[in-house]
């Protein structure tokens, strides 16, 4: 996908509905997600989430890459103004994990290798990714500060220092560096498969997946597994606090209807369910990011961003 | 953590070249359908027969689903992209009036370069697994060509719901010519040039001590009718049979077989344009499993005729007729080659007990102008020739009432014997289990063997009926 035509994309929209703030989009399939930046801009991806895009308002939108999975899984981090992220220039070159500077927009590379997946921060703001034999620890300077064996394709720095993965036979796994201990996660049906895990901001929770659609949420100090209504692609709210995930509906070919729900946590127990936005004919959500002050910004079926200040009240009782 | 470096060391040595199957559908989402076989189930089928023929080249394979679950479209790239699986390939089998038939292979518009290479090594694999229309590489925006993060592809190997020359969906469900087997090893063999490795042989499971070959010379093979052995290269162990005068020629092949066990059949021909595309093939076990093979096409290898439980001992065995053939239409006899796979299940060794719930009979048979039929009432009829094709059937009637009722209600009851078709029989008890009906066959349909299914649910039953005009 050309860049020239990422921006015809910005510059083509702006439509305001009732509903929503503020909307763009382009062609078919434009964009496949958006997400919140420190700074109220937007994180673009495209189709395969392939590239990474910011786009600042009006009619500026900088290219920060155009590797292949650059876009699945980024890592933003709020006080290093950063975001990195793992690409391939092509699938079966090394990966490049990358820090983009959001102020001084420069872009370093700190790491190269094999099926090295996407890249998260620790609670010291340290990237980790592994390349599934080892986890490594990378200053966002480039610096290495560690390095163990083991990993997954996607790997959570948790609390205490403690990481979270679901390896490729669908089993989530609680691993402790510091007595090398090892747990699986028992969830109630021995048979489960678990995949697609995010971590709250503070480390203290887990959310994954579950084929069949349910979302399991994993305490990490108690070490108790609750099932959430079901839904897909969860991420956590910190205030009230929370998972705000989409529950899509599909007809084996295609998106058929999608709706937002907030699930509000308290001492790990769900203190109640909302019904935050449903899809209509012509809005097939897919995509969701939310921050506070900024509101909620969906990406629909068709490529899409559409921003909607006002849920905030939503989400609170 | 040391369980954890183990596995995950063992893992990355196998992951040299990987890729996630998708079996399309599932669950409560049925897909397409034709009036023998779901999509779900064929793509399931074809998943596992490609899973074989890429473990057998060393790839590492993953699948979305292995059992009959729904799973969304998101949970399916979700699984794909957190994996971290390198090469993506969703199987579908497609539907649109009943009349088309093809086969055609997609690739997302504004894909890499990898996905388009990786769809256009896989379909020409895919038009000689079935040998229909080639409807082509074609591009789309499908969610999960979309929202996957590797090269992927979605095929579409045929049209399920064809009726208009034969049931394709019946071809599924017997895995005719190995049906199945084929499209499988078509995604391995596309995926295998793809990435540059050495493909898996097709349908050639090397011989082993628990294999056991009857060879058309050997004392378990018997024929009656008129064969003559074949000169050309190519058949097993140097020669064959054949015979290209429609009569009442027959094969069979009767192992020894050492133990009660679930068998792989596979059964060896010398092809050729010629031979005939719809060779009456019984496989008699514990079941009586009866297909049409194609003896057209590739040859001089084995073919897969499925997995068939046995008891130990000379009581089953492989048969093979020509009455089927087209007079002049060639059919060979050769080979056949049984592998033991597994033991048989504990219900195959409870006392034998007549079946409670699916039984069909008729009467006479054979026939030469209607034969009644008996089946349990509230199942689907269908009757089918020996090539799939569906020449007759009877909607579900789950709850006729009385005879005189139903006939009031039903235009399907019929007095006497009037017309063509298949009808409630009008002297015959409809009890609560069972229901009794009349097939008297269209004008244009010739003498042979014909099939009577009773589906209920998801159980079905096949009789084997013979008409003679």
């Known amino acids: ?317 | 953590m040391k369980s954890l470096i183990i596995a995950l060391v063992l893992t990355s040595s196998l992951l040299a070249v990987n890729v996630i199957l998708d079996p399309g559908h599932g669950g409560s989402d049925a897909g397409a359908s034709g009036p023998s076989y779901l999509e779900k189930n064929a793509n399931l089928d074809v998943a596992f027969q490609a899973k074989s023929y890429l473990e057998a080249a060393s790839v590492t394979v993953g699948m979305t689903r292995s059992t009959d679950i729904t799973l969304s479209l998101a949970d399916r790239c979700a699984i794909a992209n957190s994996g971290g699986w390198e090469r993506f390939m969703s199987i579908h089998e497609n539907a649109y009036n009943t009349a088309v038939q093809g086969t055609e292979t997609f690739c997302y518009t504004s894909g890499s370069s990898n996905s388009f290479d990786l769809r256009n090594k896989v379909h020409p694999e895919l038009i000689w697994a079935h040998g229909y229309n080639d409807r082509g590489t074609k591009t789309a925006n499908y969610y999960v060509l979309v929202n996957t993060t590797m090269p992927a592809i979605l095929g579409e190997g045929t049209f399920i719901d064809y009726t208009a020359g034969w049931d394709e969906s019946w071809r599924y469900l017997t895995n005719w010519n190995d049906h199945k087997g084929r499209q499988g090893f078509a995604y391995a063999k596309g995926f295998c040039v793809h990435r540059g490795i050495t493909p898996p042989t097709y349908g050639s499971p090397p011989p082993t001590t628990d294999s056991i070959i009857v060879d058309n010379g050997d004392p378990e093979f018997t024929s009656g009718g008129s064969w003559t052995a074949g000169s050309y290269s190519g058949g097993w162990d140097g020669d064959y049979l054949f015979c290209n005068v429609t009569g009442s020629n027959w094969a069979r092949w009767s192992p020894n077989l050492p133990e009660d066990g679930e068998y792989d059949v596979y059964m060896w021909w010398l092809a050729g344009a010629n031979r005939c595309d719809s060779v009456f093939v019984r496989v008699f076990g514990l079941a009586n499993d009866s297909m049409a093979i194609s003896q057209k096409g590739t040859g001089s290898e084995w073919h897969y005729l499925g997995s068939h439980e046995f008891y130990s001992g000379t009581s089953g065995y492989v048969s093979l007729g020509d009455r089927t053939a087209v007079n002049g239409d060639v059919v060979i006899a050769d080979a056949v080659l049984w592998i033991y796979n597994a033991p048989l299940g504990a219900e195959d060794f409870a006392e034998p007990a007549k079946p409670a719930k699916m039984e069909i009979s008729a009467y006479p048979n054979p026939f030469n102008s209607a034969v009644s039929i008996t089946a349990p009432a509230g199942a689907e009829i269908e009757i089918f020739d020996v090539n799939g094709r569906r020449v007759a059937e009877l909607p579900r009637l789950a709850s006729l009432g009385t005879p005189s009722q139903a006939k009031g209600n039903s235009p399907l009851f019929k007095e006497g014997w009037p017309e063509a078709g298949v009808f409630l029989s009008e002297g015959a008890r409809l009890s609560p289990t069972a229901h009794s009906y009349v097939w008297r066959p269209e004008g244009n349909l010739g003498s042979g063997i014909y099939f009577v299914r009773a589906t209920m649910g998801v159980e079905s039953m096949t009789k084997r009926i013979v008409y003679l005009r």
């Open chain 1, 1 to 317: 996908m050309e860049v020239k035509m990422k921006r015809y994309a910005v510059l083509f929209v702006i439509l305001t509905f009732a509903a929503f703030a503020w909307e763009f989009g382009g062609p078919e399939g434009d964009w496949l997600s958006a997400t919140w930046l420190p700074r109220g801009e937007l994180l673009l991806t495209g189709p395969n989430y392939r590239g990474l895009f910011i786009y600042y308002g009006e009619d500026r939108l900088d290219t920060v890459t155009l590797d292949w999975k650059a876009g699945y899984r980024p890592a933003i981090h709020d006080w290093h103004v950063v975001l990195v992220f793992t690409g391939y220039e092509d699938f079966d070159s090394p990966g490049r994990v990358q820090v983009y500077d959001l102020l001084y927009l420069t872009l370093d590379e700190i790491y190269s290798g094999q099926k090295v997946g996407p890249p998260v921060f620790n609670e010291n703001g340290h990237v980790v990714f592994s390349d599934e034999n080892y986890v490594f620890v990378y200053s966002h300077r480039g610096y290495m500060v560690d390095v163990f064996l083991g990993g997954a394709n996607v790997i959570l720095p948790i609390a205490d220092g403690d990481y979270f993965f679901c390896d490729r036979a669908g089993i989530a796994y609680h691993y402790e560096p510091l007595t090398d201990k090892q747990e699986a996660i028992a969830l109630t049906d021995g048979g489960r498969f678990t995949f697609s895990p995010v971590a709250s901001r503070d480390g203290k929770y887990v959310a994954f997946e579950d084929i069949g659609g349910a979302v399991f949420l994993y305490d990490v100090f108690s070490r108790k597994v609750t099932e959430l209504p079901k839904g897909d692609r969860p991420i956590f709210i910190d205030e009230p606090f929370g998972v705000l995930q989409l529950q899509l509906e599909d007809d084996g070919e295609d998106i058929t209807s999608s709706k937002i729900i907030f699930v509000a946590i308290e001492d790990g127990e769900i203190a109640y369910v909302k019904d935050v936005l449903e899809s209509t004919w012509k809005y097939l959500i897919t995509h969701i990011d939310f921050r506070p002050g900024f509101g909620l910004l969906l990406t629909t079926r068709d490529g899409r961003i559409i921003h909607e200040r006002d849920y905030e009240e939503v989400l609170s009782k």
